[in-house]
């Protein structure tokens, strides 16, 4: 098939590449209504104010807290921590393992991240502040000369992930590049059952070449 013949294929399946692209928009939208919100806070680990003010133990305590801050990121996303925060919004378990709860810890860093996921806009934002709140209580009880200081509070819910126009877009391009295929590939089908064509038209019966000395049938 040359330019002309994708080109011809794709007007006569014009309907099929639209249909292909109207479906994809449906698919991608509801893909979007179904992403989850997500609600993220930031604490920083330091020495404890009692601490701050000891010279000699204050370099000792800078040097464990580089160690022990993903301790304290585990304990954000421990079973213990995540449950007691749930309880504390008065959800059940059906209803907490609905949402995710993450920590990450930068490079060389005392900054954690934590972020919940989840379908709820309010519930995401108040188990996020309620993690934070838990976690920090748990991680002191175990180091006592540390201290957890929240930089960020628990932020507006927002979707999750590429924006919703973002999926949109990508859906549509990829509904007309399969409605394309489909539209080209019922075209190739088609010629190749009509047989061989000149100039666009079916041979109604195979061409004769003159052979010298033979009288022609008329």
């Known amino acids: 098939m040359e330019l002309d013949d994708y080109l011809r294929s794709l007007r006569r399946g014009w309907w099929i590449v639209l249909s292909c692209a109207a479906i994809a928009v449906v698919l991608a939208s509801t893909l979007a209504r179904e992403r989850p919100l997500r609600s993220t806070t930031r604490v920083v680990l330091g020495p404890s104010n009692e601490l701050a003010t000891d010279v000699s133990r204050l370099s000792t305590a800078d040097t464990i807290n580089v160690l022990v801050v993903n301790t304290l990121a585990d304990v954000f996303v421990s079973q213990s921590v995540v449950v007691g925060a749930g309880r504390e919004l008065g959800l059940d378990a059906a209803e907490r393992g609905r949402y995710e709860v993450t920590a990450t810890v930068g490079p060389e860093s005392r900054v954690v991240d934590i972020a919940v996921e989840g379908p709820d806009r309010r519930t995401v934002r108040k188990l996020a502040g309620a993690i934070?709140?838990?976690?920090?209580?748990?991680?002191?009880?175990?180091?006592?000369?540390?201290?957890?200081?929240?930089?960020?509070?628990?932020?507006?819910?927002?979707?999750?992930?590429?924006?919703?126009?973002?999926?949109?877009?990508?859906?549509?391009?990829?509904?007309?590049?399969?409605?394309?295929?489909?539209?080209?590939?019922?075209?190739?089908?088609?010629?190749?059952?009509r047989g061989p064509t000149r100039s666009g038209e079916r041979l109604t019966e195979p061409e004769r070449i003159p052979l010298a000395g033979v009288d022609q049938p008329r």
């Open 132 to 193: 934070v709140e838990h976690g920090a209580s748990s991680f002191i009880d175990l180091y006592r000369i540390y201290r957890v200081e929240v930089i960020e509070t628990a932020s507006a819910a927002t979707e999750a992930g590429a924006s919703r126009a973002a999926v949109t877009l990508v859906g549509v391009a990829l509904g007309l590049a399969v409605g394309g295929a489909l539209a080209i590939t019922r075209e190739w089908l088609a010629m190749r059952a």
